[in-house]
């Protein structure tokens, strides 16, 4: 079945560091992408997405591009702030079911 | 503040037990998911909900089990509770069938001792 892989955390940066965040994936078709970030003690928001080959998505600062080739939607920001930590969600939507990574949990100190 | 209200926020009960978790959906969405987030299963989907019919179902246990109400809230009712049912469980909506934007609540966090 489909199935999403992310890196392993946690991640710990210093302020305005550049983040990645790796995110591959399995999928028959042609999934969509997204990334959620849960911060503390909430539940998931939708951070950006995308839907077909070499889009990309943007919110706050922070980009992933669709790679079919690779099979991936690795998440990026240039200047990490405090404020950015928190756990972060690779998902894929396919066939009327949504997977899941494990989560980055993303500390960001001053 | 998504606009999806989960009660109660946290739940204790013991094995052998039954619960019953309560979500309202954020105004206008006709979908409702059920989430269980555990440390070693990390983020499933359990099953989905669109305008008062069942439609997706994923990892979920014949144990549990879920409806949504004429007013669109939802209910999710865990029975014959093991200790590895403590977990996060989270209820999300969106305005159409598919995942395309979710809005998460803040979850009930279930212990079962």
């Known amino acids: 079945g489909d199935s999403v892989t992310q890196m392993e955390g946690p991640v710990t940066l210093s302020e305005e560091a550049f983040l990645t965040i790796n995110c591959t994936y399995t999928a028959t078709g042609y999934p969509s992408l997204f990334w959620y970030v849960q911060y503390p003690g909430e539940g998931l928001q939708l951070l950006l997405k995308a839907t077909k080959a070499d889009d990309k998505g943007s919110n706050k600062g922070f980009e992933a591009t669709y790679r079919k080739e690779t099979t991936s939607f690795h998440l990026e920001k240039g200047s990490v702030q405090v404020s950015d930590s928190a756990v972060y969600f690779c998902a894929l939507y396919n066939n009327n079911d949504m997977r899941f990574g494990a989560g980055t949990r993303l500390t960001v100190k001053p | 503040d998504s606009g999806v209200t989960q009660t109660p926020k946290h739940l204790i009960t013991a094995t052998g037990q039954r619960v019953t978790l309560r979500c309202s959906p954020r105004?206008?969405?006709?979908?409702v998911y059920w989430y269980q987030q555990s440390l070693d299963q990390g983020l499933q989907f359990l099953i989905q909900y669109y305008n008062g019919e069942e439609r997706a179902k994923g990892n979920i246990l014949e144990r549990f089990s879920a409806q949504q109400f004429p007013d669109l809230h939802s209910e999710l009712n865990l029975s014959s509770l093991e200790l590895g049912d403590s977990a996060l469980y989270f209820c999300?909506?969106?305005?159409?069938?598919?995942?395309?934007?979710?809005?998460f609540g803040s979850g009930t966090q279930l212990s079962v001792l």
């Open positions: 999300a909506s969106s305005l159409g069938q598919g995942h395309e934007k979710l809005f």
């Open positions: 105004s206008g969405d006709l979908s």
